[in-house]
């Protein structure tokens, strides 16, 4: 379904200069599959999810959707299509949230997209996602869960097949974040889920893709088997290491830790 071929991708900086972010990148995701992306801080998570959306393109290298290569002519003649069949939910919710109030806001991609029922939709994904009494509300004027909430509301009443999710349950509480686990566990989409909470990638996925401190794919494979893999969670640095105490005796080791 979506398939990267030895992609790259750099911006420039402040003189101009070009800095790779993603280095021959290349992968498959299947129909139906889950898939965790993991990386240190810019390691590139967040661009990746933004060409699969199609929102940039890459400078080489390619990205297909369904076998079809997504470039600005793909882009230019099947806007509507693929952007109602992928969709991203960015690292930052308040940059997604433009309109009036919640109603509207769920309600956007539903008129956009020429649904039905257009009411008793957004009644049904508010009811989902407990912010009924929200729909009359400014989204700025929410606090961040909430805004995560309403973002992911109006992204999934439209039924993708495919949801790319940037660190979705960033700004949940525990109890947001473990409906939202289930939730997700239940949809029947392909997703590929930007996270940093290892704990939850067992929940969120059953293959993992690392980028690494040098933008390329460090690792590809199960979760379970990263998981045990120490090695190459030290390369990828999702753990770390600080000073502690066992009975007295001070030292250091590497750990998982559970942020939840
Ligand atoms: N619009 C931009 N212009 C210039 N540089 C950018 C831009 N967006 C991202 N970068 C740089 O690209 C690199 C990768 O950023 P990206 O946001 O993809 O990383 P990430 O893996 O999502 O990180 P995080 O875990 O912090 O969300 C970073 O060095 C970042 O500074
Ligand atoms: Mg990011």
Redesign the pocket.
Known sequence: MIKCDNLYYS???YQYNK?E?LKALSFEIKEGEKVILL??????????LKILNGLIVPQSGTYSFKTKEVNKKYLKQHNQTFRKEVALQM?DPSSMLFNATVHDEIAFGLKHFGFDEIESRVHHWAKLFEIEKLLHTSPLSLSGGQKQKVLLASLLCVEPTVLLM??PTAHLDPPSTGWLVDFLGELNVTSLI?T?NLNLGRELGQRAIV?GENHELIYDGSVEALLEDMSILIKAQLVHQHKHNHNGVEHKHFHLHSWT
Do not use: F, M, R
Request: no cysteine; glycine share 14%; aromatic share 4%.
């Open positions: 911006y420039e900086d800095v972010v990386g240190i801080n810019g390691s590139g998570k967040s661009t990746l690292q940037d660190e930007a940093h980028l």
